[in-house]
């Protein structure tokens, strides 16, 4: 057994004067005076612990192999730190060098890279001080999310990935197969005669990557009254963007017995929520994002936390935006959808805090929301925050069977592949609502990273789907 | 807003005497001398809360509407109850039915259906008792996954879904494609003339869904030394059995500085703790399935828990099986893997508990699992659990860069679609080890189901992928 000893967070939250092995890899190395000062991390935290090599303590041999990028095992003394900025450091007794990184080689010298080299090397960058800032984000904004839903009774459900339905139709789709394509069956007789007979594929059908877990989320609210998904959604688009990725993940929220009242009250108790968390656990990342990519990142979410979102309907936005003056690229005006311009001005001109709009125009939102008694308008809601626009997306879900078939069949949709969405309204329906959250998304709110790419481990994108 | 009230679960656990509201669907009815007796049910908890109507105290109108199926709010008192096994019940003062069900095409009445039949109707089967319970289970088993890891400074990783490298050769894969299958883009000319071209596909080559995230989570623990994956992963293979599913979830540690006794010590404590964990938030659940399916379900957790695994190499295991007298089905030899039938024999009969199984015979594993030094076995590991077999499998990880490339070339692999995997050994390499667990599979040893698709919501298998 190795047993590897402490996390290097813990080292560092310890006492002086003990005994302590620590684990991991060496960031610099700088000499001074026959002194070696190494900093070593194991991801645990964003700083680093400093070992101190005294002259003569650990053989020449081993010491020629501590150079950045090499994991090691140190053992030794934790002693108070004369250096600023750290309690202590650990006086090196013995050194183990369990993997060497060649200086001649090794892609991650200490040196500022660019995102888009850091990009090619997805194997190496979490080791680097931005891209463990952001996967211990990531981890604590996921623990978060699970935590809020836990605590609150939502049941944890695991929607499909697969799917033979291409409901709501939110975008383009993956295809997903079997079939041999240098070599498909084709029908070779009666009416669909040379079309792909898609019963010899693996479903007995078209299958697809999903787009979203809501619809089933609503079979498991309307059992289990409160539940969530947490997983990856896929949208084929080919949007070579900084705020496009092929595979996401996704927060969507479904709660029966609730209206839209209820769905905006979670929807705020929930960003606030996890955005504070996130600042408790991840405060020395987010200062690091802070300092080096967006002075403003700790101001916001701070004053989000602390805000009380605006509420305001999309009938009343459109008439502020109108009165506004500006000279609008996109135009406005009732029924058309809002662009980044017009949110960005509600949230950080208008309002100057998160702005929640509510009933939305029917012909721009989806078939299933809830309509109103105007009947023009939808019982949506989008949360729209400073400088990152929606956030939140969601609605009241119609809950009543003949308008919900009537929307089905003004929307072009096949009410035969809506069969069980359907049945939900027959037997047992109530009022019941939820919402969207895009983690990614969210993800570039708390680090002020730019590239989307650069929140998520392994990025798929338009060209793209490396390691 | 409507402001759901309680969970039933808490008003279950309230004091009596105290105005309640309670919202759920209606399991049964009994008319009994005037007196109505409605239980209902809101997913939270596995017992139902009984409503008692008075005479009178309800309009027949909405009294008519109170059938099973339905969706109800019921506001009223909560008194002690006379009935034995409920400490209380709710007496109704106002009844308010949001969704009715025809009782006369309602499929989910109070009878006892086929789990066929159930699984034909998972948009309604989650209000069963069985799959409520199902469920419940569910999610405290992936509540207790992720609590396991993250008190124990774990980072959760989430590796991709769409991959483009046929990694690890695990099984049959399905492909994940944009292109037209009406119209493929073949090379008109050079030497793949008439070969599909891949370079049109929205990846630019031939994508797939994942079969497993270790790869992924390797980097990761090399960089943030403990990590976790906790998704989807698929199977493209032509299974149709009770213990088969296309799209599954798999949880997967991975730990470096951390060698195979270090990952079976993780593991037992792993298992034990979940399941523990699990006995403790949904014990109700747990003893409908030691009553309804399995009465050995209880007995067998319990045991698992408490006992301690047994650990055997491989080649031991061999020389029991050989000396056991039996007459096997299939043939017991050295470097043959083990069986079903083997398995049990270990499990249920020579040591009574789980065992361990280490050192397997480098040709019946994984390129990627580190050599020992007789050159003939690698430092896997299985877990075996009486009556279900195999339900985690791991191994210590090949971390010296000259071995793995020579096993790589061994097994047939390309070196050049594994130069990331390579380059991890290249620089700051650490013995490591993890291991895989098949979520559903923890799940048939927990509810005692005997069918896979029963304890997923959505099963995806071949020929079938509804909802």
């Keep these: 057994m190795i047993r590897k000893g402490e996390y290097i967070r813990d080292i560092l939250a310890g006492d002086v004067g003990r005994p302590v092995v620590a684990h991991g890899w060496v960031k610099t190395r700088r000499d001074s005076k026959g002194i070696h000062f190494v900093q070593i991390n194991d991801g645990s935290c964003f700083a680093d612990l400093q070992v101190v090599i005294e002259n003569g303590a650990i053989e020449e041999s081993v010491l020629k192999q501590v150079t950045t990028g090499a994991s090691v095992r140190v053992e030794g003394e934790l002693v108070p730190s004369p250096a600023s900025g750290q309690p202590v450091e650990l006086k090196a007794k013995a050194i183990f060098v369990y993997g060497t990184a060649d200086p001649a080689s090794y892609p991650l010298q200490k040196k500022g890279h660019t995102m888009e080299f850091l990009r090619e090397i997805a194997h190496l960058r979490p080791r680097s001080n931005t891209f463990g800032a952001v996967f211990r984000v990531r981890n604590a904004l996921a623990k978060a999310i699970h935590d809020f839903f836990q605590e609150r009774g939502f049941l944890y459900v695991h929607t499909p990935i697969i799917t033979t339905s291409d409901c709501e139709g939110a975008g383009a789709m993956f295809g997903v197969t079997t079939l041999d394509l240098m070599n498909l069956p084709r029908y070779g007789e009666g009416p669909r005669i040379g079309e792909i007979d898609f019963s010899q594929d693996f479903f007995g059908k078209p299958a697809y990557l999903t787009v979203s877990g809501q619809l089933e989320a609503e079979i498991f609210a309307l059992a289990f009254t409160n539940v969530y998904t947490f997983g990856p959604t896929f949208r084929a688009e080919n949007s070579n963007t900084p705020r496009h990725l092929a595979e996401f993940w996704m927060v969507e929220p479904e709660m029966a017995f609730c209206d839209l009242q209820d769905d905006i009250a979670l929807a705020e108790e929930f960003l606030k929520a996890i955005i504070a968390k996130v600042m408790d656990e991840c405060l020395p990342d987010l200062e690091f994002f802070n300092k080096r990519f967006d002075p403003q990142v700790l101001e916001t979410l701070e004053h989000v936390v602390k805000s009380s979102f605006a509420h305001v309907s999309y009938t009343e936005a459109i008439e502020i935006l109108q009165k506004s003056g500006r000279n609008w690229e996109f135009p406005v005006h009732w029924g058309a959808d809002l662009q980044s311009e017009h949110e960005r001005y509600l949230t950080e001109e208008v309002f100057r805090r998160p702005v929640i709009v509510t009933d939305y125009p029917k012909e721009i939102k989806a078939f299933y929301m809830r309509v109103n008694e105007d009947g023009r308008t939808v019982r949506a809601m989008d949360v729209l925050a400073p400088r990152i626009g929606e956030i939140i997306g969601g609605s009241q879900r119609e809950e009543r069977y003949d308008v919900l078939l009537q929307r089905i069949r003004e929307c072009g949709l096949s009410e035969e592949n ?32 730019k590239n989307i790419r650069d929140v998520i481990p392994f990025p798929r994108t338009p060209g793209s789907a490396e390691f």
């Design 418 to 449: 809506y069969w069980w969405y359907l049945d939900l309204r027959k037997y047992g329906s109530a009022p019941h609502a939820g919402f969207g959250l895009g983690f990614e998304r969210l993800m570039l709110y708390l680090t002020g990273m």
